[in-house]
């Protein structure tokens, strides 16, 4: 590669990071824009908030399912394949979801396509961002879950700002169309790392010991197994202190605008977070990094349970949101560090699908913890628990050896 190759490689990666963060940024906030249109929706329909609501959970589902196959697929056909189709479809769904005329309609094209299309975008961008760094890897990463984490702060309000002016058919339409006419274009910069382009494509750009691999032993290994279960058992951990910290702060005494408030802070504290434990993970190791921050984060949903004022809610939530969007980006770099790069959308797309599935049984078990204890306080004692077994798997976990060079031949 001659110089002028190099510099421009080295300038473009930066490009992909950016596309990276705003791709996410947008296609995740189209998503979460449905919790600022719940109550609209129910209104004009006459459908049931929980009925509307529901439409959010078949997306965590339709996104852990599809994960790993859009992953596969950007292995086989390129990121710039996957996710040009994915913000495609995802703008068609969000137009199609806003001339639902039943309820059914509406959870199955929300639900499904949109969730299906929005997991099209992590996997692949991730495993493509990663491809690109050498050095600054868990930064480059970081930053574009930075972005992804920025949907709160931007569409969210967009949304809300659209939902006073217009009905709540119009205002989806007009984030459909914004998500079409900013993320296709945006998705033709995306490129593959360029390790996996020309003649060299299917060789090893690290010569790791483990470049033989297939798809299916790197599924079957204990260091796939490790990250997948670390995974899930990390996003259990703060997925119920996420969902229902809200509703515990109200039971406190405080009021709904000042509990909501809370969750600002959490997501302001998160940008700085994942940039920080990015920061921190090219210097000290991202496996290091990730193994200190689940044990940090498994005390941080515990300290939810001591606080009463407002005030305390506002300190638990900036250190918790500081640890626990730092933590996420990791995965995918100790990924890269353990797998070949020719099969990295399958291998982020599996730990995304246990994330997601993470996720998703936080409402639920907070939930039936409240309705039988008719208190939240075991959430977050059952979330200590659960955060130390995602630091204790994540303590097993052992890299691959890496390749040795093989010593010079003795002269004759």
């Known amino acids: 590669m001659s ?25 995740i906030g189209a998503m979460f824009s449905l919790p600022v249109f719940l109550v609209p929706i ?23 399912l599809a994960s790993m196959i859009w992953g596969t697929l950007s292995d086989r056909w390129g990121p710039r394949v996957v996710v040009s189709i994915g913000s495609a479809v995802l703008a068609a769904a969000l137009a199609l979801a806003s001339q639902a005329t039943s309820l059914i309609e509406f959870q199955l094209v929300f639900g499904l396509a949109v969730g299906g299309a929005t997991a099209a975008i992590f996997a692949p961008m991730m495993a493509c961002v990663t491809g690109w760094f050498d050095t600054h890897r868990s930064l480059a990463v970081s930053l574009v879950s930075a972005g992804m984490g920025m949907a709160p702060m931007t569409m969210s309000p967009f949304a809300a700002w659209l939902v006073t002016i217009y009905d709540w058919r119009t205002s989806l339409l007009i984030i459909a169309a914004l998500a079409g006419a900013v993320m296709i274009p945006v998705a033709l910069l995306v490129r593959r790392p360029p390790a996996l382009e020309g003649p060299a494509a299917g060789a090893s750009p690290d010569g790791e010991q483990q470049s033989a691999m297939s ?15 670390t995974n899930f058992f990390c996003c259990a951990t703060h997925s119920g202190p ?13 009021p709904m605008i000042a509990a909501v408030s809370i969750y600002s ?45 407002l005030g305390a809610f506002y300190a638990v939530a900036a250190v918790f949101g500081f640890i626990y969007a730092g933590v996420m980006p990791l995965y995918a770099v100790i990924a890269r560090e353990n797998f070949p790069l020719r099969m990295m959308g399958t291998v982020i797309g599996g730990t995304a699908m246990a994330g997601s599935l993470g996720m ?13 204890f008719a208190s939240y306080g075991w959430l977050y004692i ?12 994540a303590l097993t976990f052992r890299p691959f050896p890496k390749a040795k060079a093989e010593p010079a031949p003795l002269p004759a």
């Not at 059952?382 to 798997?393: D, P, Q, S, T």
């Open 3 to 27: 110089h002028a190759e190099f510099q421009t490689q080295s300038s473009y990666r930066w490009v992909i990071v950016a596309a990276g963060g705003l791709l996410g940024c947008i296609a």
């Open 42 to 64: 129910s209104r004009d329909t006459g459908w049931s908030v929980t009925g509307v609501s529901s439409a959010m959970t078949i997306g965590f589902v339709a996104m852990a």
């Open 215 to 229: 798809v299916g032993q790197a599924m079957r290994s204990p260091q796939f197994i490790i990250l997948f279960l």
């Open 242 to 254: 996420i969902f229902h910290t809200v509703s515990y702060a109200i039971s406190c005494g405080i």
């Open 265 to 309: 802070v959490e997501g302001l504290a998160g940008m700085g977070g994942r940039v920080a434990f990015g920061l921190f993970g090219d210097r000290f190791g991202a496996k290091r990094v990730l193994v200190s921050g689940l044990l940090l984060q498994a005390f941080g949903a515990l300290a939810y349970f001591f606080v009463r004022d």
């Open 360 to 372: 998703a049984t936080g409402p639920l078990a907070g939930g039936l913890i409240y309705d039988t």
């Open 382 to 393: 059952g979330a200590w628990g659960i955060g130390i077994g995602a630091f204790l798997i």
